[in-house]
């Protein structure tokens, strides 16, 4: 399990359009033509962050040179853990669709894999923070299963609309949605088992605090898992905005959750799991 996950062979010059496999918190919104006002977005994060029109930039869906599944406006300055948050906005769910959730996104994404790692038990309550137009609510639904129950949360209400219409319109009867702030994940105290946090962690200021939130909501044998882009993906944040997988477990440390780094190989990034501090082994 501490074995560390293979890293692509090089990073490739990324197209100035935006493609279906990318989206970009610090790119401009598709057809918005220029760069939005600074703060961390959607689930754009948890997808392939391409550039657009004219700027590099990504997303849920990916990075380019910015991006943003993210879960909170991030402030430029540096913290002690880390890098310093990358900040974006995914104000028009609609816009996001072709980037966050085209299929080729799967194939790097590998949702299954992901979902597989979280070790998910059929009625554990599970949020997927950052969660954009919805990528891994349909995985994580079946998973959790009919006792169980999903939360996608999102900084942007246009993003949350979109994912309550895209619950009912794929009968996702066990997934809810739900706006929150950028400081806080707006969890109860003790009230999910699972914490998902795809291409989003670099989007989070003062990660060690906001770690600290997410231990509280967490259930006994409660795990965060972060999922984000290796030095040498060929998707992802600029590399002044990358995390190493190290950084990441050191962030969940300092907020009071036992972390380590899981095996899977993912073709772009890493999987760090943070549980709560004694707890046993995710079921």
Known sequence: MSRR???AASCAVLTALLSSCGATPDAAAPGSGG???AASGAQAAHADHAPSPGQQGAGHAGHGAGHGHGAGHGHPAAHAHGAAPLVHRFERADEWVAAFDGPERDAWQKPAEVVAAMQIAPGMRVADLGAGTGYFLPHLSRAAGPAGAVIGLDIERDMVRYMTERAARERLANVT?????TDDPGLEPGSVDR???VNTWHHIPDRPAYTAKL???LRPDGAVVVVDFTEA???GPPKDHRITAEAVAAELRAGGLSPQVVAEELPEQY???G???GAGEAR
């Open 195 to 197: 914490i998902l946090v």
């Open 275 to 277: 549980r709560r501090a």
């Open 5 to 7: 996950p293979r890293l």
């Open 233 to 235: 993906a060929r998707r």
């Open 177 to 181: 949605a739900r706006e929150v702030r």
């Open 271 to 273: 999987i760090v799991v």
């Open 35 to 37: 760069r939005r006002e």
């Open 215 to 217: 231990k509280a909501a």
